[in-house]
């Protein structure tokens, strides 16, 4: 079992956008891998309104020793003011798997 291994939720306002963090997340080796799943729809409280809007989600997989220098640069790339940036840990994962993700980040 180990938590050193997390998986990065980012939302964005469209698949271009989602993109260009992805390639330069994997450019950096930040991620090791960046799915992207266009559209889905979110609703959020945002500016005192509910708000529903179609988005791009990445999920990016990683390690925590990665996690602040992942969220700059996600920072740095971002349209939005507040990007959601979340790290839920891998509990458990496959050790070829896990190994793979390790070869793949700096």
Same mark, same amino acid.
């Given at each position: 079992?180990?938590?050193?291994?997390?998986?990065?939720?980012?939302?964005?306002?469209?698949?271009?956008?989602?993109?260009?963090?992805?390639?330069?997340?994997?450019? #950096? /080796?930040?991620?090791?891998?960046?799915?992207?799943?266009?559209?889905?729809?979110?609703?959020?409280?945002?500016?005192? /309104?509910?708000? #529903?809007?179609?988005?791009?989600?990445?999920?990016?997989?990683?390690?925590?020793?990665?996690?602040?220098?992942?969220? #700059?640069?996600?920072?740095?790339?971002?349209?939005?003011?507040?990007? #959601?940036?979340?790290?839920?840990?891998?509990?458990?994962?496959?050790?070829?798997?896990?190994?793979?993700?390790?070869?793949?980040?700096?």
């Amino acid at each position: 079992m180990s938590t050193r291994y997390v998986l990065v939720l980012v939302t964005t306002k469209d698949k271009i956008e989602a993109e260009k963090i992805a390639q330069n997340l994997l450019k #950096e /080796k930040l991620v090791a891998c960046a799915n992207i799943i266009d559209p889905v729809t979110s609703h959020f409280h945002w500016s005192g /309104k509910n708000v #529903e809007s179609k988005e791009c989600l990445i999920i990016m997989k990683s390690r925590i020793d990665l996690f602040s220098e992942l969220t #700059e640069h996600v920072k740095a790339l971002h349209s939005y003011k507040v990007p #959601e940036i979340l790290a839920i840990p891998i509990v458990v994962g496959s050790d070829d798997y896990l190994a793979w993700i390790d070869e793949a980040l700096k």
